[in-house]
């Protein structure tokens, strides 16, 4: 976590939002930091010999190891989540000719988005807190054609024997208040390391092209700071209604595809 704190103190991050993320230190915190940042400032690294260069170096590699290794964790959490739909869309492909996902996608959550996170549940500033308490750190989204492909990949994919469903939260049969669709999953995926097998957790989020156009776009429009306090219940409104429209997008089209394929139409939601 000293790597978060760094971060800020050296603005890597928004400086607006840096600057809220430092609210949370006291001002003897504040006054400390500052101190060992100017230290650091002021140092010639030129001055100093060949061996206490790399002296510097296998410290800062001692203390950033931990740090690289847990990321590594999720980002080989993600390589085989990934996989496992992309075999799936393979199959899929040939079972049904045609293919049910358009677009797969994946992030690491950043620095200051898990800070903030572990500021807003008063978590403790460490790896082992981070891993037991966060759920959404690797994040894996399918986008898929149609609502029905949505909840076949999600069984086909929870079927599989190494996965183990830790949460889930159908948001397309229950939206949120904000009009917000997709079915998110909380799942162990194991991974196989040099000499053990490490179970790693991953949020996967299943939505359609139409929710994730309305999702992305929401996101960029309801977190926008040039928008007025006063215009934000207009928004939320707006949005609302756009979301409703999205809703109707996808169902109108799965009942032109089971038209099509001659199924029966789905019942309302």
């Given at each position: 976590m000293?790597?978060?704190?760094?971060?800020?103190?050296?603005?890597?991050?928004?400086?607006?939002?840096?600057?809220?993320?430092?609210?949370?230190?006291s001002?003897?915190d504040k006054s400390?930091i500052?101190?060992?940042?100017?230290?650091?400032?002021?140092?010639?690294?030129?001055?100093i010999?060949?061996?206490?260069?790399?002296?510097?170096?296998?410290?800062?590699?001692?203390?950033?190891?931990?740090?690289?290794?847990?990321?590594?964790?999720?980002?080989?959490?993600?390589?085989?989540?990934?996989?496992k739909?992309?075999?799936?869309?393979?199959?899929f492909?040939?079972?049904y000719?045609?293919?049910?996902?358009?677009?797969?996608?994946?992030?690491?959550?950043?620095?200051?988005s898990?800070l903030?996170k572990?500021?807003?549940?008063?978590?403790?500033?460490?790896l082992?807190?981070?891993?037991?308490?966060?759920?959404?750190i690797?994040?894996?989204?399918v986008?898929?054609?149609?609502?029905?492909?949505?909840?076949k990949?999600a069984d086909?994919f929870l079927?599989?024997?190494?996965?183990?469903?830790?949460?889930?939260k159908d948001?397309?049969?229950n939206?949120?208040p904000?009009?917000?669709?997709s079915?998110h999953l909380?799942?162990?995926?194991p991974i196989?390391?040099e000499?053990?097998?490490?179970?790693?957790?991953?949020?996967?989020?299943?939505?359609?092209?139409?929710?994730?156009?309305w999702?992305s776009?929401?996101h960029?429009?309801?977190?926008?700071?040039?928008?007025?306090?006063?215009?934000?219940?207009?928004l939320?409104?707006?949005?609302?209604?756009?979301?409703?429209?999205?809703a109707e997008?996808?169902?109108?089209?799965?009942?032109?595809?089971?038209?099509?394929?001659?199924?029966d139409l789905p019942?309302?939601?």
């Amino acid at each position: 976590m000293k790597d978060f704190v760094r971060a800020i103190m050296n603005n890597e991050f928004d400086t607006n939002e840096g600057n809220e993320l430092m609210d949370v230190f006291s001002k003897k915190d504040k006054s400390r930091i500052e101190k060992a940042i100017n230290k650091l400032s002021n140092f010639d690294f030129n001055d100093i010999s060949i061996e206490a260069k790399e002296k510097i170096i296998e410290l800062l590699r001692e203390n950033t190891l931990p740090a690289e290794r847990f990321f590594a964790n999720y980002r080989c959490a993600i390589m085989e989540v990934e996989t496992k739909f992309k075999v799936l869309n393979e199959e899929f492909s040939l079972m049904y000719d045609g293919n049910p996902i358009e677009t797969i996608k994946s992030r690491i959550k950043s620095n200051e988005s898990i800070l903030r996170k572990v500021i807003r549940r008063e978590l403790p500033f460490d790896l082992d807190a981070l891993e037991e308490n966060l759920d959404d750190i690797a994040g894996v989204r399918v986008i898929c054609s149609f609502v029905d492909d949505i909840y076949k990949l999600a069984d086909c994919f929870l079927r599989q024997d190494d996965i183990t469903l830790i949460k889930m939260k159908d948001y397309i049969k229950n939206p949120k208040p904000s009009g917000y669709r997709s079915l998110h999953l909380i799942v162990a995926v194991p991974i196989f390391l040099e000499n053990e097998k490490k179970l790693v957790k991953v949020e996967v989020q299943l939505r359609t092209i139409a929710m994730d156009f309305w999702a992305s776009l929401e996101h960029k429009l309801r977190y926008n700071k040039k928008i007025a306090p006063e215009m934000l219940d207009a928004l939320s409104r707006e949005l609302n209604e756009c979301a409703s429209e999205s809703a109707e997008l996808d169902f109108r089209m799965q009942n032109v595809k089971n038209t099509f394929l001659g199924k029966d139409l789905p019942k309302r939601a």
